[in-house]
């Protein structure tokens, strides 16, 4: 890879060793070596590239004064943002594990019916712009953390040698997966406070918020909660209770569906995102600096690009048209991640977004029965093992 061979043995000044000659080049190395590390951090967390970039230090320190102190300042500076990633990606780690540990395999309440009630989020928060705001919150930080690098790492073609399988075994895209995993966990969080209450109204009262959450996060110019809740609403579970549904309107919802629509390769968002990305190159506040991609389709379109790279031109040159490209659609990640967040937290409803339990598949599937029963004998024979396997698995969690 490019920093390996750039940091690697053979890379020495020793042939630069004058000092009039170090004195000459030591600029633009610390300015080469600035924008590195200011742009692609997480390149410096495996410990050869550290020990390479130190090493790069107290050579060029023998130049002058002023490129030691420069590269002094950009060690501490890397150091800072690293310590950063660590700390965010162990409190990451231990959200997870609270939140997995609290996930149902919940309760029966008995031996065939699963927890119900219909005590919802309504009643920890019922404005749907404070909601779309929490959304954004953590959107935004998670965002944040995610490095370019982690692309090129999730797509890169290992290559024979042992040094490159060490060398990509020691760097996981880990903030781009759980950012993926974050949006996996949004969609069964609004299926199962859609699926949890036991009356009809309660959950055509929880419905329609969403639908309005939904709306503010397309406002907001936050595409990937908003794909999160139309998934989470377009799930077999949800999309069945018709008798729940027709006490909806959902003329605001099928305009939001049409708007994610992945017909013509997602034509309608496409050009909602380039009408959110102008609006923040011109924005006069922070609000409307705001722009949350749909990340996996991000992911895709950056694959591919980074597909087109890989492959030369028939005559043999590299393809430049796709490099830059892949450039500039990494540039525009990196200009969206680092807009700060504008809005007030509000603690209670980021908790509950974090760590609160959600239905798996099966439990949903048996919630929506419960809710509204089968239709068919298939769909009761459907609902019969589902209650027999959760019961299953229950007891088998608290033996």
């Not at 919150?137 to 953390?145: F, G, Q, T």
């Not at 406002?219 to 027709?246: D, Y």
């Not at 380039?274 to 990340?295: C, D, K, L, N």
Request: one cysteine or more; proline letters at 4%; a positive charge.
């Amino acid at each position: 890879s490019r920093e390996t061979s750039i940091f690697s043995p053979d890379a020495k000044l020793s042939c630069f060793t004058p000092q009039k000659r170090i004195r000459e080049i030591a600029p633009k190395i610390v300015q080469l070596l600035t924008e590195w590390t200011e742009t692609f951090p997480y390149d410096f967390r495996d410990e050869r590239m550290m020990r390479s970039l130190k090493e790069m230090t107290h050579r060029l320190a023998f130049g002058d004064e002023l490129s030691r102190r420069a590269m002094q300042r950009l060690i501490q500076r890397l150091l800072r943002k690293l310590t950063t990633l660590g700390q965010y990606e162990e409190s990451l780690a231990t959200s997870s594990a609270t939140a997995a540990a609290m996930d149902r395999p919940l309760a029966l309440k008995s031996k065939q019916q699963l927890v119900r009630r219909d005590e919802c989020v309504l009643n920890l928060c019922d404005d749907p712009f404070v909601f779309a705001q929490q959304l954004t919150h953590i959107e935004m930080e998670r965002l944040s953390y995610i490095g370019p690098e982690e692309f090129v790492r999730a797509f890169a073609k290992k290559r024979p040698s042992d040094n490159h399988k060490s060398f990509f075994s020691k760097r996981k895209a880990s903030n781009l997966e759980a950012y993926v995993e974050w949006f996996n966990r949004l969609s069964y969080l609004i299926a199962t406070e859609i699926c949890m209450p036991v009356k009809k109204k309660h959950r055509a009262r929880v419905l329609e918020f969403f639908i309005d959450v939904a709306q503010e996060c397309f406002n907001i110019g936050n595409f990937n909660s908003l794909m999160a809740i139309i998934t989470g609403m377009n799930m077999n579970p949800v999309s069945r209770l018709k008798k729940t549904w027709n006490k909806v309107n959902t003329d605001k919802f099928d305009i939001l569906v049409h708007q994610m629509d992945p017909s013509s390769n997602f034509y309608s968002y496409r050009t909602a995102l380039r009408g959110a990305t102008q609006r923040s190159s011109t924005a006069h506040t922070s609000q409307e600096m705001i722009v949350i991609p749909f990340f996996s389709l991000l992911i895709k379109d950056i694959y591919f690009l980074n597909e087109g790279c890989v492959n030369r031109l028939p005559n043999g040159h590299i393809n430049f048209e796709k490099f830059w490209e892949l450039a500039k659609q990494v540039s525009e990640f990196l200009s969206w991640r680092q807009v700060i967040c504008p809005f007030e937290r509000d603690r209670k409803t980021l908790q509950y977004l974090i760590s609160a339990p959600v239905f798996s598949e099966d439990e949903l599937q048996l919630a929506s029965y419960e809710s509204e029963g089968p239709e068919n004998n298939m769909e009761r024979d459907t609902r019969r093992s589902l209650r027999f396997d959760i019961e299953l698995s229950f007891l088998n969690n608290n033996d």
